[in-house]
T-cell receptor, first 110, second 116 residues
Framework: QKEVEQDPGPLSVPEGAIVSLNCTYS??????FMWYRQYSRKGPELLMY????GNKEDGRFTAQVDKSSKYISLFIRDSQPSDSATYLC??????????FGEGTQLTVNP | GAVVSQHPSWVICKSGTSVKIECRSL??????MFWYRQFPKQSLMLMAT?????????EQGVEKDKFLINHASLTLSTLTVTSAHPEDSSFYIC????????????FGPGTRLTVL
């Protein structure tokens, strides 16, 4: 069983939709959680960084962490075609080595 | 802030030659840098972790004599692919930890290596 499970999609939504991306994990030692956006042939871009259960909002993005359920989510409001990319969840213990999900490929259709 | 650059962005070389890729943290000091490899439509695979001034720690299955990593300063790490072969063709991405008190990692734009 993988330490981090993420549905690879692909996920296709119309412009303006609310997008929900999710990851589950099995290692309860994970304490720090990140969401990255990766465009084709580019390096991942850090979108959200959280370390406690609850919600964190930044513009159109909301990251949610539920440590009791070992479940994290990223919500994108008012999705735009420019949001079309692969979204990677990543997490780590108190050390710095990241464990990634497979990535979810998102397409927002105009 | 937190910008990481890589050079070159792409490189084509002949089989048997060596290729050096540079990773720089432009506006912060990175005590720890990471090197990843990514195949098409797959997630990132960690190759090694490098700490400034010490030897890199390689992941299982990664040949340290083939993938030489040097982290000589707080803003620069290099990956040298020695005696490259077509199977080494891939997308190589570096990342830098944002500081000693954070677990955020910032990624470079990646280097696409093609070995003919």
């Amino acid at each position: 069983q993988k330490e981090v499970e993420q549905d690879p999609g692909p996920l296709s939504v119309p412009e303006g939709a609310i997008v929900s991306l999710n990851c589950t994990y099995s290692n309860s030692a994970f304490q720090y959680f990140m969401w990255y956006r990766q465009y084709s042939r580019k390096g991942p871009e850090l979108l959200m960084y959280t370390y406690s259960s609850g919600n964190k909002e930044d513009g159109r993005f909301t990251a949610q962490v539920d440590k009791s359920s070992k479940y994290i989510s990223l919500f994108i409001r008012d999705s735009q075609p420019s949001d079309s990319a692969t979204y990677l969840c990543a997490m780590t213990t108190s050390g710095s080595r990241l464990t990634f999900g497979e990535g979810t490929q998102l397409t927002v259709n105009p | 802030g937190a910008v990481v650059s890589q050079h070159p962005s792409w490189v084509i070389c002949k089989s048997g030659t060596s290729v050096k890729i540079e990773c720089r943290s432009l506006d912060f000091q990175a005590t720890t840098m990471f090197w990843y490899r990514q195949f098409p439509k797959q997630s990132l695979m960690l190759m090694a972790t490098s700490n400034e001034g010490s030897k890199a720690t390689y992941e299982q299955g990664v040949e340290k004599d083939k993938f030489l990593i040097n982290h000589a300063s707080l803003t620069l790490s290099t990956l040298t692919v020695t005696s490259a072969h077509p199977e080494d063709s891939s997308f190589y991405i570096c990342s830098a930890r944002g500081g000693p008190f954070t677990n955020e990692q910032f990624f470079g734009p990646g280097t696409r290596l093609t070995v003919l």
